[in-house]
T-cell receptor, first 112, second 115 residues
């Protein structure tokens, strides 16, 4: 079982739609959580960190449920420019690591 | 542009050849990570440095792979006797320190194709 699992996608939605991505992680000791965005053939870029209390950045809302080991990302009023692959990421700390552990990503296509 | 640069951006090589990639992190960032990403997958951790010390290697890093960060600034990743399975995007990430909240900033990657 992969340490980080995401909805397989792809998600094809019209402009203005609300779309939700889900992610589960298997290591209960995971300490930091993120959503990264990756455009085709580009590097991953940090979209937002995810906190236990939930956090919002404009049209994007991220939530974390530590008990269920579940992370979500909600995109409201989706734009054409939101088309990308969204990567769910956890960071574990044990010893001196801190490397990021990525899910496979969920591809989002926003259509006019 | 995150401030992390990688060179070359693309490399095509024949099976059995050696290749070397370079990463220049953000100035004064003391952590540097290497990841590999194959098609349809998320990036996978290869190794990381704290200043010039290589502190962790994943099982993905076979003995054909070697990485260095000689002066704690830029890093190189060398693959010897390349195989077709080495074809991937090699990503470098820079992080200021070792705090949980520190963000990793990725370079544009080096796309390797082994023929």
């Amino acid at each position: 079982r992969k340490e980080v699992e995401q909805d397989p996608g792809p998600f094809n939605v019209p402009e203005g739609a609300t779309v939700a991505f889900n992610c589960t992680y298997s290591n209960s000791a995971s300490q930091s959580f993120f959503w990264y965005r990756q455009d085709c053939r580009k590097e991953p870029k940090l979209l937002m960190s995810v906190y236990s209390s939930g956090n919002e950045d404009g049209r994007f809302t991220a939530q974390l449920n530590r008990a269920s080991q579940y992370i979500s990302l909600l995109i409201r009023d989706s734009k054409l420019s939101d088309s990308a692959t969204y990567l769910c990421v956890v960071k574990n700390y044990g010893g001196s690591q801190g490397n990021l552990i990525f899910g496979k990503g969920t591809k989002l296509s926003v259509k006019p | 542009d995150t401030g992390v640069s990688q060179d070359p951006r693309h490399k095509i090589t024949k099976r059995g050849q050696n290749v070397t990639f370079r990463c220049d992190p953000i100035s004064e960032h003391n952590r540097l990570y290497w990841y590999r990403q194959t098609l349809g997958q998320g990036p996978e951790f290869l190794t990381y440095f704290q200043n010039e010390a290589q502190l962790e290697k994943s099982r993905l890093l076979s003995d054909r792979f070697s990485a260095e960060r000689p002066k704690g600034s830029f890093s190189t990743l060398e693959i010897q006797r390349t195989e077709q399975g080495d074809s991937a995007m090699y990503l470098c990430a820079s992080q200021r320190g070792g705090m949980i909240a520190d963000t990793q900033y990725f370079g544009p990657g080096t796309r390797l194709t082994v023929l």
